[in-house]
Each structure stands twice: as C-alpha cells, then as structure tokens.
C-alpha cells in the first residue's frame, strides 16, 4: 500500500480507500459500519491525514499534529460521548461547514451516528444531499440497521468485520517481541477478533487479569440454572458500563465456541446470540442497563 494505515486487517477495505484517492473518486460521505473496536475511528481519522496532509500524512507537520489531537480547523470530530447528537450540534455544524477555509478539505468525523436523533438526522440530510465544496464526510456506526434509510441512501457503506485471530497474533508479536507467546496468544482470544481490545488488554496487565477471571466467570454462569444467581452475578455489573459491555463480548465468544464445537446448551445457539446483540442495541440506544440485562438473563 501507499499509505501507512496503522490498522490491523481490513486490507481490501483500506486498499479500496487508496484507490479511490488515486482515481479521485472520493464520496462526499462514508460510513464505516461494523462491531466496536476493529478499526473504524482509526481508518476514518487516518483518512482524514492523508487528505489534509500535503506529504500524504507524514506525522510531524502542524495539520498531522493538529488532527492527531482533534485541533485542526476543518477537520471536525464527534467523539461518542454517551449522549445523542442533537440537532443543535448539526445546525451548529452546518454553519461551520458553510464557512471560508484554507485547508484542502473540509472532513466530518461524526463517530457512532445512531446516536442521531431524528431531527438531527434530517436536518443533516439536506447537506448530504448538497454538500459544500471539497466536503467530506466520514461516519462510523456499531448498528447499520438502526441509521436513517435516507441517510443510509446518500453514503458510501463500508464494512468492517472482526480480525482474525492468527492475524492479531501476528500483528502483537511484531509490535511487543518482549511479550511472551503464551500471553500473546491468551490476549489475542480474550480481545475477540477487535484489535483495540487487544491493546487495551496487553497495555494493562490487571485489566488482562481482571478478562481471564471474568472468562472464567462466565463459562460457569452459562449453567447457572437460577435466574437468581444470574440477577446476582450481574447486580454489580448494572453501573459499570466498561464491564457490561466485556461481559456481552465475552459471552458471544463463549457461546460461539460452544456452537462451533457442538456443546449441548438448553437453547438454540443462534436464538441466545440474536438476544445478546439485541440487548447491545438497546444498550447503544440508553435503554436502562438493569432492564436490558435482566431481560437478557431471562432468555438465555
């Protein structure tokens, strides 16, 4: 490739990229769909860089610095903050796009947009429709269903999918050669397929520790026969957004596992999968996380 990505995977997605900018086919808009840390934000803002930049990202000019900390002028970031996106920030953002700039582009990096709500949505519309000159913009979504069909009509749908486990193990063993093949491999399982788990995990060492016992945890939770011992094991978890979400994660690989290796479990294998899914979607959507989980616990 030309360019250098600093992603793990996604090769065709990447290369399909470059190509565009070498035939100057780039769309006013991208959405990069797929599961919570395999890459999008990385692709989108490293995109971003070699737009803006004039030696193709280079790292050390002010528009490289000043995008790395969310600071140049005409690329403008939304960063999932937990809360939706409101149709003040896009009128907001509207107006801003509709000014002079001295950059080459000017590049919206909106992150996790079904937090939109509806009147933002449409709002935005319009601009998608006819954006400013040299406008580009460049979403990530964990839920492709749940964006707007005409929102949806108007970009250009990228899907990311989990990296495989033989190429994260190879990618950490390139980038941390002190870290031992075992803890490589253990950490390469435990992240799942997402590359920013696996950095976050061989990063922190008590948070390595911390997925090894609530793997554990959770193979003996799956035979909890008692829906009291389930509410009890996820009691303490109900504030913890951080865990809830490693516990979703690890529960879809365990289970995962077990249906590839034909396990007897006391429901279909795909039924508990579809439900964990479902209670990520109403997780992303503020539905009340002690609801969401016990509802879970009730049908798996």
Known sequence: MKYTWRIVGHEKL????????????????????????????????????I????????????????????AH??????????????????????????????????IVI?????RMV?????CLLKTLEEPPPNTIFLFTTLFLKSIMPTILSRVRVL???HCPEDVLVK???NMYPETDAATIEQISKFALGKPGVAFDLINDPQLASNYKTLYTDLQRFLDYESIFDRFLYIKEAEHDPRKIADILDILTHIIRTRMITGAP????????????DYTNYLLKHNINPKLALENLMLNI
Not at 79 to 105: F, H, T, V, W
Not at 265 to 276: A, D, Q, T
């Open 118 to 122: 509806d009147e933002a949505g449409n």
């Open 110 to 114: 909106a992150e996790n947009i079904e």
């Open 14 to 49: 990447v290369q399909g990229l470059e190509d565009d900018i070498t035939s100057g086919n780039i769309a006013h808009a991208y959405l990069f769909a797929g599961p919570e840390k395999v890459g999008k934000f990385t692709v989108a803002k490293t995109f971003a860089h």
């Open 159 to 161: 899907k990311f999918h």
């Open 51 to 70: 737009l803006q930049c004039e030696n193709s990202f280079c790292h050390t000019c002010q528009t490289c610095l000043q995008i790395e900390k969310n």
């Open 171 to 173: 990618h950490l063993t």
């Open 73 to 106: 002028p005409d690329t403008i970031v939304f960063r999932d903050n937990g809360e939706s996106i409101k149709i003040d920030e896009i009128r907001a953002l509207i107006n801003r796009l509709n000014l002079s700039a001295p950059s080459k582009y000017k």
């Open 265 to 276: 479990y006391r429901k279909p294998y795909v039924e508990v999968l579809e439900k964990i």
